[in-house]
């Protein structure tokens, strides 16, 4: 089956936008690889620009917008209605300075779409990521990027070479708690479903629309009727926390001093800290290095262990020619969902009577599924190079309207598989493949089935 970016010609814009306190070394390997995926631009907010000076020692491209956030910056700064501290002073919290930064970026950035990251944080993406972006309808406000947490082979990387060279990084998945209860054991050191920065992700959101409450991960705009934080799969953001010894050493330091102020840490980091600077206390550095290796290094049988068992992926990041992931949509009958061309509507088709020709299988993209953000889904399928968004006419029929929105679906989960509805009525599939929104209770036929598959 061809993906369905295949053969697309259209391409969006977007820009990155961050905020950093690190050395230059860092800076500039997150500079020159996002600079390399085909970045528009790159807004960065030196947090402590007396460090050192940006002009000697940062990579130099039009495409990199640096601001220097010093005592004159917050005094001037442009004053946000949806941020809750006073004009013209410089926020406590990190997360606060953040928030201000990524809107000063929302402000002025004429991408389509921006994003925001951290600066030990490096984007991934299997296709030009314009590419993969543009597969979004209009109505998706928000593109949520899963993230990957580093770890390394055999030994403490020595440089920030080292750090962002590695090739392991771990997946955080729901299921796989108990499994990393198991690795990492001591109780004391509480892991986060498996020493995970965040476990959320970061979303790409669209610069056209006004942002009611801003995020590190999940920003809320102040239109009610957009998609918010659809899951692309075939992007993922590669999270460096624990970077070397010494930055993970001064990193404990600092916010056991409240150095850095990070007002959001979660309850377990919080604890896992304190317990570390308990133990630091007691016993110095060579505490700080053995934790280090228990929650970021294993040996290459224990990583080729926990590859098999799809706890660790194993990717190279300066290759982007893995394979993508497509999914297949099955009805209670076997059968798959595909765009018939000539009768103009979905129907279910036994594979064996596929024909590209004829058909477009279809496709369905989700939405985060937490509090607070309304689960939804929307369909869509490959034409002639162009994504095509799936409505619902009068007769709950599924069709092709030639329209750059999506019509967004509601939800709902059962047993592994899930429905589709709207305005209270489900997708009911029969078994001559008639497929169409006229059931008001959900059975068997009103479920379906998702196939993911490299393509």
């Not at 403490?156 to 209860?181: A, G, Q, R």
């Not at 610069?207 to 918010?228: M, R």
């Amino acid at each position: 089956m061809k993906n369905i970016l295949d053969n697309i010609s259209m391409e969006v814009t977007w820009s990155i936008v961050v905020t950093a306190k690190a050395l230059p070394e860092n800076i500039n390997i997150f500079l020159d690889h996002h600079l390399g995926l085909g970045v528009d631009n790159i807004y960065l907010f030196l947090d402590s620009p007396d460090d050192f000076n940006p002009e000697n020692f940062l990579k130099k491209n039009d495409r990199v917008k640096i601001f220097k956030c010093d005592k004159e910056f917050w005094e001037q700064r442009e004053h946000f209605e949806c941020l809750r501290y006073s004009r013209g002073e410089r926020p406590h919290l990190v997360e606060y300075r953040q928030y201000h930064n990524m809107l000063h970026a929302h402000s002025i950035c004429d991408s389509e779409w921006l994003l925001m990251m951290d600066i030990d944080e490096l984007l991934y993406s299997k296709l030009k990521v314009s590419k993969i972006l543009n597969k979004y309808p209009n109505n998706i406000f928000s593109v949520l990027i899963k993230p990957l947490e580093v770890v390394y082979c055999d030994k403490i990387p020595k440089n920030f070479k080292e750090v962002f060279s590695t090739k392991y990084f771990k997946e955080y998945k729901l299921k796989n708690i108990e499994e990393w209860d198991k690795i990492y054991y001591k109780p004391e050191i509480k892991h986060k479903s498996g020493f995970f920065g965040h476990i959320t992700g970061k979303t790409f959101f669209r610069t056209g629309f006004p942002i009611k409450a801003p995020s590190c991960h999940l920003s809320k705009p102040y239109e009610n009727d957009l998609g918010l934080a659809f899951i692309d799969e075939n992007m993922y953001v590669m999270h460096f926390e624990s970077q070397t010894f010494e930055q993970f050493s001064q990193k404990i330091k600092n916010r056991a001093n409240k150095t850095f102020n990070v007002g959001f840490l979660d309850k377990a980091s919080i604890e896992r800290t304190k317990n570390i600077i308990e133990n630091y206390n007691n016993s110095g550095d060579q505490y700080l290095n053995e934790i280090y290796y228990y929650m970021n290094v294993f040996s290459k049988e224990k990583i080729d262990e926990l590859i098999e068992k799809k706890l660790v992926l194993k990717i190279d990041i300066s290759n982007s020619s893995y394979p993508l992931i497509c999914n297949c949509i099955y009805t209670h009958h076997s059968q798959i969902l595909a765009f018939d061309f000539e009768k103009e509507i979905v129907l279910g088709i036994n594979e064996k009577d596929f024909d590209e020709l004829k058909h477009s299988k279809i496709s369905i993209s989700f939405s985060i599924i937490k509090k607070d953000f309304p689960q939804n889904a929307f369909l869509y399928f490959n034409k002639d190079g162009q994504v095509k968004y799936l409505y619902v006419n009068r007769d709950g029929y599924l069709i092709d309207i030639n329209k750059k929105k999506s019509q967004l679906l509601d939800v709902k989960y059962k047993d592994h598989r899930f429905s589709l509805s709207l305005n209270n009525k489900f997708l009911s599939a029969r078994k001559n493949g008639s497929l169409n929104f006229i059931s008001e209770w959900q059975k068997d036929w009103e479920l379906f089935s998702l196939s993911n598959f490299e393509c």
